[in-house]
């Protein structure tokens, strides 16, 4: 283990339980997020991508301890966040900022902006004189002005939304910071404005950020690292300009074709057993039909196909 | 090919009730749509690009105020304050809506919503399964989905569905209302390509509104930038794409981010006003980096080259 990691999330799977009360007697089970792993570095940005269902946002939420695993582990410094108790508990759930999708709906309607920007501090037991001194500081390096305390969220536009639950996550001084869909709501020009903000805040607070998109263009702004991930599991990961500019896993030739917008007609259809991305593929064989092709480590990529497993 | 009209529009604002007097969201707009083109509105939200696509639809409140003339495919739908879509709605325009989840019935099963369509427009006559089924098709929906609920699709699937929808009764125009913005990338680009091979294959009028120029700039054949209500540039696509001449479609294509690019972004400073508070002259003029004296008198939409309309007084 390197000692400059931050975040290590080791062989992680999230189920949900299926419950179908009248025609399946025992209720199934499925993987949302399956054999996941990856470290992030001190200081470093990874790029989550993948299309809706793909178990992006579980992950997330499974990071920052609202959901348990089933099993693996999430590793924040050495220690493991679903394990940890008390004050050390504490003390990892302030270094963890998380800024939910959609701003407008993770904020509450009924309480004043002031209140919903504290309440990490809330948690925290920080008196109240501090937390509004720290709100209305916070208020001031996101770039809104301070009047912002003391209105209601349908005040305020979805780019000042944003802004807030940025403020809400920086406010109890993290280290890390997961941005789940940070601009999927937003205008092009207002996307521009967060996109630059983020870059400006993590070297202000020289900050880690997950980023969680489904635009393989946004995430490449950002982050240093990628990771695309689909069906549940990382299917390829590397450094952002080696991803791009020679992806080794069909789907993220997809991704990446859907950026540039070429037509695209064929179905991502899932396949019975096996790879689930044969439909896409050009170079598949006997193999892909019947298992799931293993991770395989090329240089800094690791990618799951099994057209590398040779090499 | 001679062009001919589908949709065109003259003067037209369109307001709501507000305050003791009307808001005009949408003002004086000047728009001509060729027949079997993809026309494309973009905008950012508020700009009032879905109340200009609701009014070709058919779709606008009984409460809004109406002002000029438009008409669509021949028949006059607004001429001042009166509107009349009958026969229109339907037959002759239909709308795709932004959610497809919340536009499809959940108590009915996608084929029974069809049928349900076409037996409203053309009667049992022609059996109305026969032509779901080949509806379903033509979105290459798999012919099992006939009998499935919606919530037994998925999010491209319902999209899919929605569109077989809006198809049913034949219409000459369709009016796409953000279709792509509740999907994520990868379905983006495949709903997008569907509308335009739909659009080729049954010779129909496709009207698209996004805030997303990448999609808009593979599909369409002619682009409209809408802003604060008004029309700040327009003409054919590769023309507007290529050489944006409006500041404000300039720093939009800027804001972008590119594929692989980590150049800081370009930013537009401000946001956009609300209708309820309207610059004065020219809408972009406060956030306008290269505005002058002039600015404080309203532009207005001038031909700069051949299919290449803008509204700046830059260019006048």
Request: glycine share 6%; charged share 20%; net charge positive.
């Amino acid at each position: 283990m390197s000692n400059s990691a931050l975040l290590q999330v080791i062989d992680l799977y999230v189920n949900y339980r299926i419950v179908r009360k009248f025609t399946d007697i025992i209720s199934r089970v499925r993987s949302a997020v399956a054999d996941v792993s990856f470290t992030l570095n001190e200081g470093e940005t990874l790029g989550v991508v993948g299309g809706s269902g793909s178990g992006k946002t579980t992950l997330l939420k499974t990071i920052v301890g609202i959901l348990k695993p089933s099993k693996g582990e999430v590793v924040y410094r050495g220690v493991s966040v679903h394990n940890a108790r008390g004050e050390l508990k504490k003390k990892i759930m302030a270094e963890i900022g998380y800024v939910p999708q959609e701003p407008s709906q993770s904020l509450d309607p009924r309480m004043k902006i002031s209140s919903s920007v504290t309440e990490p501090l809330r948690a925290l037991r920080i008196s109240k004189s501090d937390r509004y001194e720290r709100a209305k500081h916070i208020l001031k390096v996101v770039g809104l002005p301070e009047e912002v305390l003391e209105l209601y969220p349908r005040d305020l536009s979805i780019g000042m939304l944003q802004r807030v639950a940025i403020a809400r996550a920086l406010i109890t001084k993290p280290k890390l910071v997961l941005l789940d869909e940070p601009t999927s709501s937003l205008d092009i020009s207002t996307q521009a404005q967060i996109l630059n903000f983020l870059r400006e805040m993590r070297e202000v607070f020289n900050l880690s950020y997950i980023l969680v998109t489904h635009d393989i263009s946004v995430a490449s702004y950002l982050s240093e690292r990628l990771a695309v991930m689909s069906h549940g599991t990382i299917v390829e990961e590397g450094p952002a300009n080696e991803v791009l500019e020679e992806p080794l896993h069909p789907y993220t030739k997809v991704l990446i074709e859907a950026s540039k917008l070429r037509e695209i007609e064929e179905s991502l259809e899932e396949a019975s057993a096996g790879c689930p991305f044969i439909n896409l593929c050009t170079f598949k064989t006997s193999t892909c039909f019947r298992e799931l092709p293993p991770q395989i480590v090329i240089g800094a990529r690791r990618v799951k196909c099994w057209r590398y497993s040779n090499k | 090919m001679v062009l001919e009209a589908s949709i065109k529009s003259i003067d037209l604002s369109i307001g709501y009730e507000y305050d003791y007097g009307v808001l005009w969201v949408v003002n004086s707009v000047n728009i001509v749509v060729w027949r079997n083109t993809t026309y494309c509105i973009i905008g950012e939200s508020g700009c009032g690009k879905s109340t200009l696509g609701n009014a070709m639809a058919g779709l606008l409140p009984t409460y809004a105020y109406t002002n000029g003339y438009l008409e669509v495919e021949g028949r006059i739908v607004v001429r001042g304050d009166e509107t009349n879509y009958n026969g229109v709605r339907g037959r002759i325009v239909t709308r795709i809506p932004q959610d497809p989840s919340s536009a499809l019935n959940p108590y009915v099963t996608i084929g029974e919503q069809l049928v349900k369509v076409i037996k409203h427009h053309y009667g049992v006559r022609e059996n109305p399964l026969e032509k779901a089924g080949k509806l379903l098709k033509l979105v290459k929906l798999p012919l099992e989905v006939i009998d499935y609920y919606p919530h037994e699709l998925s999010g491209g699937m319902k999209q899919r569905a929605a569109i077989a929808l809006a198809l049913a009764p034949m219409p000459k125009v369709i009016v796409a209302d953000e279709p792509t913005s509740s999907l994520d990338a990868y379905l983006r680009g495949v709903v997008a390509s569907l509308l335009k091979r739909v659009q080729r294959e049954l010779n129909l009028t496709l009207v698209f509104i996004t805030h997303d120029i990448a999609l808009a700039s593979t599909i369409c054949d002619y682009i409209t930038v809408m802003y604060a209500g008004t029309i700040v540039e327009e003409g054919a696509s590769d023309k507007v794409l290529h050489n944006p001449l409006h500041p404000y479609t300039q720093l939009l294509f800027k804001a972008i981010p590119k594929l692989g690019s980590r150049e800081t972004l370009s930013t537009i400073p401000g946001s956009p006003p609300s209708p309820t508070s309207y610059p004065e002259g020219c809408r972009f003029r406060p956030r306008c980096p290269v505005g002058f004296s002039e600015c404080y008198k309203a532009p207005k939409l001038i031909e700069v080259e051949p299919q290449h309309k803008v509204s700046c007084w830059r260019y006048a």
